[in-house]
């Protein structure tokens, strides 16, 4: 008997020994920004060229759900503007919550129980397709909040030239220029913030040269790990997309500083010799 009760709890302590250098040992679940994770956050101010990234990457093989890809009355996105309605109604809900909107964006944000359950919900719905992604220029004002309910993620973002932006603001949205510019600076500051932590691909919207864009697309995408299907991306990315050309026009002093770093960072394609078509 005692050698059975000696086998017994040597068996035990051995058993426990076990279990202790398995959880000591055992790899850490991938968090936070990863360049090979399966869920995109797509960011940049908004009339700045939001819609033609997701749909351009939507054509590469990112999933974003049942989004809007038809133009209205009341969306003058011909294409649609690739976003969640889902999405876009708890985002208003939030910033409506914390005293803003979109253009009125809070000094601080914070959301409750049942909203970051509601989030959690379009995060569960979108990963069951992998890869996938969401799209929502308010993303920009709430990635804090994002960024601690998906697991891992990766970014992109885009930018346009802040008079083209406020010449699309105004004639949408009626909104005097100086709130306009204020309003790009805000976004793009925020655009510039989270580049500055993980230095992910931004690019230009600029379809004055509509082939150059295409070409910057399959780029990133292939360096998402997407294959990139031209003929659809030809299809798609055509220069009626961009309604407010200002190249060459002067940038606000106001802006300066913040439209620079995003020319200065913005993303390089790779040769067209390593992309190979889907």
């Not at 426990?16 to 960011?43: E, R, T």
């Not at 949205?173 to 992910?200: C, D, G, I, K, S």
């Not at 659809?232 to 009626?240: A, D, K, Q, S």
Request: proline letters at 4%; one cysteine or more; a positive charge.
């Amino acid at each position: 008997m005692r050698v059975s009760r000696k086998i017994l709890i040597f068996f035990e302590m051995f058993r426990f020994n076990i279990k202790k250098y398995i959880l000591q040992n055992k790899k850490p679940v991938s968090k936070g920004y990863d360049h090979k994770a399966g869920f995109v956050f797509i960011l940049g101010m908004h009339r700045s060229g939001t819609s033609c990234l997701a749909g351009s990457l939507e054509r590469c093989g990112i999933f974003l759900g049942e989004v809007v890809r038809q133009g209205s009355e009341h969306n003058d996105n011909a294409k649609g503007s690739h976003e969640l309605k889902m999405a876009m109604r708890i985002h208003d809900g939030i910033l409506a919550a914390n005293g803003g909107s979109w253009h009125q964006p809070p000094a601080s944000i914070t959301i409750n129980t049942h909203q970051k359950k509601t989030l959690k919900r379009i995060v569960d719905q979108l990963t069951k397709n992998r890869p996938c992604g969401i799209k929502d220029p308010r993303l920009l004002l709430l990635l804090h909040i994002w960024t601690n309910i998906v697991d891992s993620y990766v970014m992109v973002g885009t930018f346009r030239h802040p008079t083209a932006t406020v010449k699309s603001l105004v004639t949408r949205n009626q909104m005097p220029e100086n709130v306009a510019y204020n309003l790009w600076l805000r976004y793009n500051t925020e655009l510039v913030r989270w580049h500055t932590r993980y230095h992910f691909p931004i690019i230009e919207f600029d379809l004055s040269q509509a082939n150059i864009y295409r070409e910057t697309i399959v780029s990133l995408a292939a360096s998402l790990g997407l294959r990139p299907n031209l003929s659809r991306l030809h299809e798609f990315i055509t220069p009626n997309l961009e309604h407010h050309c200002s190249i060459g026009e002067p940038v606000p002093t106001s802006c300066q500083k913040t439209y620079e770093y995003l020319k200065q960072h913005c993303y390089q394609t790779l040769s067209e010799n390593n992309i190979t078509e889907g």
